[in-house]
């Protein structure tokens, strides 16, 4: 299939050449382990999948596979899933089922399985093989190509190519997408497989008449298998994009081709089903998160002669759901209002701030008649029943979980978007979804790499600062990848310290209290947790200079003046939310002046910006009726 890009000698082919040549050329010539600063995320099962298929043709771990991994990273795959395969026997009977598949124990106990999909290990394989660690991010550079192209293609059928070339870029550009490019996982491949399935889909609807030649072969019937197949493969990869489908089929029925609709259904569904029978044909699961699962860290299977599958990890789920776990364990319709302004505006993975290109999407669609187009609306409708499920059944892990940039499970239905955007007059839209994304990922752009490692540097500054904080959803935030501000222990309550401007609780007089130095170059902002409803916190401040300290904890904020080395008692109201089997709390504080010790005390060597030392207790709410 030949395609040539409209205006062929203009901005769209020069940019695309430029981009291209840019990025193939650093991703070609990084030191992939050391720029990306090592493991992160669900890496280290992904890598050693497509480093066993590339050089030992398997999806087997064994030691060759850890002493691999090792020599690249100089160091353990931490965080790998690994699990224990079956044999699968099958039986035939004259009674339903009719057939029986019985698991039988694995022969060898020298192997083990992978615990995640393995298509996107098989796509990177074969760039892995010829570009070593390079392969990865080669492949990540064109499926962002790739993305980009078809986005240009949709666009430029019915829009200027100056507009559909600046909003495509932005599209893609100024949201967090760009950042997964540098995570060596499965979902910027997600993404650009769902760019592509519904591309293959829509083209043919805003294509113009008399299509060049060039471009025919997009217009045809045919191309709705190639996204029916895109579909069941991003299924099988994650099964929350099942619902991708839809909006296929709902055209298909809006046009009574219901043999058509029937046929993408088969070829999606065929597609999944024969991913998890590969999986099962290879580790006798054909759920690849099923089974007897286990997450390692520090102690490996393999890395010594003791070292035996009892000995090693900590187990995971088993063929039980995670949706099915958290619907016993919680009420999800009570987090529900919550959660929709969280998953709109949330400091951490807000859609708006991390997404903002849908958002302009969404509202030039509604702005338009394309809005009554029955392919569009099905899309807009998929993509908010798939959200709102996300937000019921996932109610405290709805981002992904990890700590990730942005809102890791939303990645896979971003794409979908993009088709809902209506002809264009002008470059304006996409200028306009530049301006507003970039308030928010600019920073992230300028070193992805650093963006995907340091995830929770993201929100330390800038905009997001004055976005609300996810509270419910504590365990799931950035900071927690940045170990020694998390989980701390202070007056029976939990600290989780989400920027730089205080210091961690330290011991200071008396020696049995701790405190809290409040920086004097910014508000802190610290997430309280406890296991039971906060009414007030119980503040104790003094400084070494005059100062005036502003503090709240959501109730109410208090500004009390401080006068040097003299200590002040008052309280704070709290108001917060309740979490998974806690609360949670938002305390901010800032100091107006900070001193810096060692230019108070020469003899002192702490070059520190101090404020405002705070010391609390937090009251219960039963302690106050």
């Known amino acids: 299939m030949k395609i040539a890009l409209p205006g062929a000698t203009g901005a769209g082919v020069l940019t695309a050449a430029v981009l291209l040549i840019i990025c193939l050329a650093g991703a070609l010539t990084v030191d992939v382990v050391k720029t990306m600063f090592g493991i992160k995320g669900d890496e280290a099962t992904y890598v050693a999948m497509a480093l066993s298929l590339a050089y030992d043709h398997d999806l087997t771990y064994e030691r060759r596979d850890l002493d691999r991994f090792a020599g690249i990273y100089r160091a353990a795959p931490e965080g790998i899933f690994l699990k224990r395969g079956h044999r699968l026997r099958i039986g035939f009977g004259t009674a339903p089922p009719f057939v029986q598949i019985s698991p039988l124990p694995d022969l060898r106990t020298d192997r083990l399985y992978f615990g995640k999909a393995f298509l996107y290990p098989a796509v990177a394989a074969p760039f892995v093989r010829a570009l070593g660690m390079n392969g990865f991010l080669v492949l990540h550079v064109l499926l962002l190509f790739a993305a980009g192209i078809c986005g240009y293609l949709f666009l430029a059928a019915q829009s200027p190519p100056a507009a559909a070339l600046v909003f495509t870029l932005a599209f893609i550009g100024a949201a967090a997408v760009p950042v997964w490019a540098a995570f060596l996982t499965s979902d910027l491949f997600n993404f650009a497989l769902v760019f592509l399935a519904y591309f293959f889909w829509l083209y043919k609807e805003v294509a113009p008449r008399g299509q060049r030649p060039d471009r025919a072969d997009l217009t045809r019937p045919r191309t709705d298998i190639y996204a029916a197949a895109l579909l069941g493969a991003v299924t099988y990869s994650k099964l929350s994009n099942a619902a991708l489908i839809a909006p296929l089929l709902v055209l298909s029925a809006s046009r009574r081709q219901f043999t058509h609709g029937a046929a993408l259904a088969a070829v999606c569904a065929a597609t999944a089903g024969a991913l998890f029978g590969l999986n099962a044909a290879t580790s006798g699961d054909f759920n690849y998160q099923g089974g007897d699962r286990k997450i390692f860290y520090t102690r490996f299977p393999f890395d010594a002669p003791d070292a035996t599958w009892e000995r090693r990890g900590l187990r995971m789920t088993t063929n039980r759901g995670e949706a099915q776990e958290v619907l016993e364990r919680i009420d999800p319709i009570g987090r529900f209002g919550g959660n929709v302004k969280y998953f709109l505006v949330g400091r951490h993975f807000g859609f708006i701030p991390y997404f903002f290109p849908g958002a302009v999407a969404i509202a030039l669609w509604l702005r338009s008649g394309a809005r009554r187009e029955v392919w569009r609306a099905a899309i807009f409708l998929t993509v908010l029943t798939s959200t709102v499920m996300l937000l019921l059944i996932f109610p405290y892990t709805w981002s992904g979980g990890g700590g990730p940039p942005g809102n890791r499970y939303f990645l896979s239905l971003y794409p979908a978007l993009f088709f809902l955007v209506p002809p264009l007059s002008s470059a ?19 070193n992805p790499f650093v ?8 929100t330390e500054r800038g905009f997001a600062r004055r976005l609300p904080v996810e509270l419910a959803m504590a365990n799931d935030l950035p900071i927690m990848l ?46 309280v947790r406890s296991e039971w409803p906060i009414d007030h916190l119980a503040i104790t401040a003094e400084s070494r200079i005059p100062t005036t300290l502003i503090v709240s904890m959501g109730r109410h904020e208090a500004r009390v003046p401080m006068m040097p080395n003299r200590a002040v008692t008052f309280d704070v109201g ?51 009726r």
């Open 574 to 624: 709290a108001s917060g939310e309740r979490g998974l089997n806690s609360y949670a709390y938002l305390l901010s504080a800032r100091s107006t002046d900070a001193f810096t010790p060692h230019l108070l005390d020469p003899s002192s060597d702490d070059y520190r910006n101090l404020g405002v030392l705070m010391r609390f207790k937090a009251v219960p709410v039963q302690a106050v």
């Open 428 to 446: 304006w839209p996409g200028i306009a979804a530049w301006a507003g994304g970039a308030l928010f990922t600019a920073k992230m752009l300028v």
């Open 451 to 458: 963006a995907a490692k340091f995830t929770y540097e993201t």
């Open 482 to 527: 940045d170990a020694p501000r998390t989980h701390i222990w202070f007056s029976d309550v939990l600290l989780y310290f989400l920027d730089r401007h205080a210091y961690i609780p330290e011991v200071v007089e008396p020696p049995d209290h701790k405190g809290i130095w409040i920086a004097g170059d910014g508000r802190a902002d610290i997430l």
